[in-house]
């Protein structure tokens, strides 16, 4: 099932789909590492619900909500 | 004797990869800092001899990539195409290989003579891994060292490594990236085209780069071939068709070749050498610091914790360079004859850059928490706590620890916002660090507050700060709808696992924005110093209402010498000062801008108050101290003072004076890092005019509204 990674709940993971949004965004995040079928898993929550923080290739990485929404990924 | 033995190296890496530690260990101390050019992205070089050759080590920042999308990327790029440095060190985090090592392909594609360095091996180790360094040398055709930046493990043989290539000669690896079949059909299509028009003055493997990157659409790589129009049609056409037949787009379908090719090389070279109960420590602190109920308190406890050490340990080194500073005017005072070169030196240089230098250990303080943030990984989390509460009003999480260090000093707090990538946002943090009320201000509304407000003296000064808070939040929402409008940056930023600083690091860090803070002392504020002690040492002989000679006489001669002949003679003193404070260029000027001020209700002594207060705002104190004649050697606690200047002024008035001052123009050290930072003298006139148009307006509203109300 496709969902955005905005969508799922910490200690859950899925493998990426696509990348929506603009290119900037979508660069950056190829560059560093999000390629078809890269595993991302969801770690902490800030105080507001909003960034989320999420690791990928034994890294750590931020996103604001609305930029994991442009996020596809199956789990 | 052979050609002198000296090599240039420059070091990439991704952020976090410990590229700066490793860089401290080859040079020590022996380190230069400036800028990269037009650009506020710093530039550290340093030389370490080794077997007989000088090295040349330069420091490029960290990047992710080498495309030229961020100011960053593009420093170290252009850095590596024009200077060609004879060989770069590839800082790779070892326990991060498959992100770090996408910059690797990138710098292969250049056909760079690379040495490789595994750095942080340790971590790995600890985790039970190996890498197979020999394969993975092999695969890659560069030599690789392994090293431990905190400890220094590998120096020795990172240096061996680069003398061995010096000696044997630079050549490139002859290794490629392998890219799907399209891909490749395309590359080597584009590259054909480049031989063609650039025939035999192009290596194969640089053209095939060219090919890479025009193919990616890279702006600055098609920017620098437009005249070629044919390449570029040609190129536009594969790209369009490759995208077109993949579905996706260039710069991806490239990425993945890229991340395919570490994949298979990760696979082959790192090994699970024994099991590991799995022990991730960031993640058990980050449990705790990035706790949703508990990380903001604890931040700001952190926060409170930096501030409070920063005054109260500082105290102790301000004191001692306040000593020496009273010590050397003091010296000069009897060493040479009164006279105007004295005044010059005492009371314009000495006293201005005395006044200024004594932040020095604030400022140094300020930066032993930064770094040891910074240095630990905490300060990635700070933002990300701090995120979305900046968002709101258009700016980066990152901006959140600048704009409160502004509460102690907007000197540090500005060259702290050093820490946000993005040009714009670092920008816009440094224009609205002013509004944050620094402490120099405190004693202005100390003595104001307390003589117009004695009961609730403490309320108003909290409503000042708060003003400030806001002013700032306000300015910038304002900015990003207007100036700064468009996207913000992707908050796309690592959470580096924690670490353990090397105290090197740490203190060369410290030292750096020491000598930073020096420089700038040196400079304008020297220059600025002696300006405005010209202004009010100036014109020397002012027409006098009283002859204040004649009168000393008098009182000397007519009263018994004892405590009231004392105080009657200071008191003849104070009035002379204050008579030609007025008359001299500053009070001249305090005059004539007067007007300006008319309708916020300040008189002229108000108005030349605010005029020194450019120097510094606690020289607003000393200046009322000097025109309500009751010397210059006042503080806010002054009984005297207050005495003076009881019923000067309406409530109203001092309450928009108050504000006047938290909101007008930095002072002239805050000028002076707003111009190195933002490396533009357009923006530092901006900054000024809009603190100063911000201040006019909020005391109008003030004196209007608080009329109303008391």
């Not at chain 2, 000024?688 to 003030?702: D, K």
Request: include cysteine.
């Amino acid at each position: 099932m496709e969902a955005t990674l905005a969508a799922l709940k910490p200690g859950e993971q899925g493998a990426l789909v696509r990348i929506q949004g603009e290119n900037r965004l979508r660069q950056r995040l190829t560059e560093m590492g999000f390629i078809k079928g890269s595993t991302i898993g969801v770690d902490s929550t800030a105080p507001f619900g909003d960034p989320r923080s999420y690791s990928i290739r034994g890294y750590q990485v931020t996103l604001r909500n609305a930029e994991a929404e442009q996020i596809i990924v199956e789990i | 004797m052979s050609r002198s033995k000296a090599i240039t190296i420059a070091l990439a890496g991704n952020p976090n990869c410990g590229k700066t530690t490793i860089f401290n260990h080859l040079t020590g101390a022996r380190q230069r800092v400036g800028n990269f050019t037009g650009v506020t992205v710093t530039r550290k070089e340093g030389t370490v001899s080794h077997k007989g050759w000088t090295i040349n080590l330069i420091d490029l920042p960290g990047t992710y990539s080498l495309s030229s999308k961020t100011v960053e990327e593009r420093v170290a790029r252009e850095y590596i195409l024009d200077e060609a440095p004879d060989l770069v060190v590839d800082i790779v985090d070892a326990g991060n290989l498959e992100r770090n090592l996408f910059l690797t392909t990138q710098l292969i594609e250049m056909d760079l003579p690379l040495v490789i360095t595994l750095n942080m091996m340790d971590e790995v180790r600890s985790q039970g891994m190996e890498i197979d360094t020999k394969t993975f040398s092999q695969l890659l055709g560069t030599l690789v060292v392994e090293t431990v930046g905190r400890t220094g493990e590998g120096r020795e043989e990172l240096l061996d490594a680069i003398v061995q290539i010096a000696e044997e000669g630079f050549h490139s690896q002859q290794i490629r990236v392998p890219y799907d079949s399209h891909v490749e059909e395309a590359i080597e299509r584009t590259r054909e085209h480049i031989a063609q028009l650039h025939p035999g003055q192009v290596e194969e493997q640089r053209s095939r780069w060219l090919a890479i990157k025009l193919l990616e659409g890279d702006s600055d790589v098609l920017a620098q071939e437009h005249d070629h129009r044919e390449l570029i049609a040609v190129a536009k056409s594969e790209q369009s068709s490759l995208e077109e037949s993949h579905g996706e787009d260039s710069p991806t379908l490239l990425a993945d070749g890229r991340y395919g090719f570490i994949h298979g090389l990760v696979q082959e070279t790192l090994q699970q050498s024994r099991p590991v109960r799995t022990q991730n420590m960031t993640r058990r602190i980050d449990q705790l610091l990035l706790n949703r109920i508990l990380g903001l308190p604890l931040f700001l406890f952190f926060m409170w914790l930096m501030f409070q050490t920063t005054f109260t340990v500082g105290q102790y080194p301000m004191e001692w360079i306040d000593a020496g500073v009273s010590w050397l005017s003091d010296a000069v005072t009897t060493a040479l004859p009164e006279g105007m070169v004295r005044d010059l030196l005492v009371d314009g240089i000495i006293g201005g850059v005395g006044g200024i230098i004594i932040f020095l250990p604030n400022i140094v303080l300020l930066f032993l928490f930064i770094s040891f943030f910074e240095n630990t990984g905490y300060m990635a989390r700070a933002a990300f706590l701090m995120d979305h509460f900046m968002h709101g009003i258009g700016l980066h999480g990152k901006a959140f620890i600048p704009l409160l260090m502004g509460f102690g000093c907007n000197v540090p707090a500005i060259m702290a916002a050093r820490t946000i990538e993005s040009p714009r946002d670092r920008l816009l943090t440094i224009l609205i660090n002013p509004f944050m009320s620094c402490s120099a201000r405190l004693p202005v509304y100390v003595l104001l507050a307390g003589i117009f407000f004695t009961d609730y003296a403490g309320t108003v000064v909290f409503g000042l700060y708060l003003t400030g808070v806001l002013v700032a939040m306000g300015a910038a929402w304002m900015m990003k709808k207007t100036m700064f409008r468009g996207l913000s940056d992707p908050f796309v930023m690592e959470l580096p696992p924690y670490r353990l600083p090397a105290a090197r690091s740490v203190i060369i860090h410290m030292w750096e924005k020491a000598v930073e803070f020096l420089k700038k002392v040196s400079g304008i504020i020297l220059v600025g110093s002696i300006i405005i002690w010209f202004l009010q040492a100036f014109p020397q002989d002012v027409d006098l209402t009283v002859d204040y000679a004649a009168e000393q006489n008098r009182i000397e001669q007519q009263m018994d010498t004892g405590e009231a002949q004392e105080q009657a003679l200071a008191a003849l003193a104070n009035a002379q000062a204050a008579e030609e404070q007025e008359k001299r260029y500053l009070g001249q000027i305090g005059r004539t801008i007067q007007p300006i001020f008319e309708p916020l209700g300040f008189d002229w002594k108000g108005s030349i108050a605010l005029l020194t207060g450019f120097v510094a705002k606690e020289i607003v104190v000393s200046t009322f101290g000097v025109l309500y004649n009751t010397g210059g050697e006042v503080d806010e606690e002054s009984v005297t003072l207050r005495e003076a200047m009881a019923g000067s002024m309406a409530p109203e008035v001092a309450l928009a004076f108050m504000v006047f001052t938290l909101l007008y123009m930095p002072c002239l050290a805050t000028i002076a890092v707003i111009r190195r930072e933002t490396q533009s003298a357009g923006w530092t006139i901006f900054s000024i005019a809009m603190g100063l148009g911000i201040a006019w307006i909020m005391a109008w509203i003030v004196v209007r509204v608080a009329r109303l109300v008391i």
